[in-house]
């Protein structure tokens, strides 16, 4: 099914990986090379519900990375700005599953032309032109790929676009695995908020900053930093949805989860391009529940296009 894409803008900032995966308890055996990362998932699940969205990230020039660009292409993505880096090859994480069903990640990603992309030369001008969109949406593991002087940039960067009405939109998506420690990622989290519209985290994540923090709290804190929209996702539980005026308990209907891979990538996606085309923050819930619960019940992160709903 076809959809007409929606004339606001959002650029998806981040970084995809090569994903290799085998069967169940083999490390030698039998091999599936697919790809995946948060950001691309959003705006993947995005661009299926009519959001016109652009993926930012740099690749190699390898056969892998031209796979991958006419993948996403096909999936009605912008990859106008994404840099092609000669020589270089997209990182690469490899899962491992176990028979009691749990999975262990490795990464091969230092080298990762995307760890980069502000610091190409190419890229001389992408800060301006990502002034041009309407939305940008990053997430904490977007972050944790930049030093400190691309950060440093960018804070700047963010201070000017929403000075000029562009609307920031963060998932903070804390894997601390890619960070120095987890002071270091809270205030990163913490500065990228204040300069948000929309923050969408995951009841989940914050407690690994604090085991005992409640939804209560979780409210709190973000609201303290200035958002106006926050939207906290506690899986089969809901999400609390608030606005500057209310909060909101949106439930979720209950499914058997297969895997559980891309529910919030994906809710994120339906979210935004709800919020895109003019749905109220409890309405573009409702229609996000719907397709993370279906996303949940295939294998994958990118479930097939017809089992997907679709929302006008």
Known sequence: MMTTKHPLRCASIGECMLELSSEQGSVFGAQTLRFGGDTLNTAIYMARQGGNVDYITALGDDKWSDEMLASWQSEQLGTQLIAQVPGRVPGLYAIQTFADGEREFSYWRKESPARELFELKQNDDLLAQLMTFDYIYLSGITLSLYSQEVLER????????????????????????????????????????????????????????????????????????????????????????????????????PVEAVDTTAAGDSFNGTYLAARMKGHCAQVAAQYAHQVAGAVVQYPGAIIDKAAQPIFK
């Open 154 to 253: 960018l804070w700047l960067f963010f201070a000017e676009y929403k000075a000029q009405g562009g609307k920031l939109v963060f998932d903070s998506n804390y894997r601390p695995r890619n960070w120095p420690n987890a002071k270091i990622a809270r205030q990163c989290f913490d500065k990228i908020a204040s300069y948000c519209e929309i923050v969408l985290p995951t009841l989940d994540d914050e407690q690994l900053f604090d085991a005992s923090l409640t939804l209560e709290q979780c409210q709190s804190y973000y609201q303290r930093l200035g958002v106006k929209e926050l939207v906290i996702k506690m899986g089969p539980e809901g999400c609390l949805v608030c606005t500057e005026d209310k909060a909101v308990l949106v439930p979720t209907t």
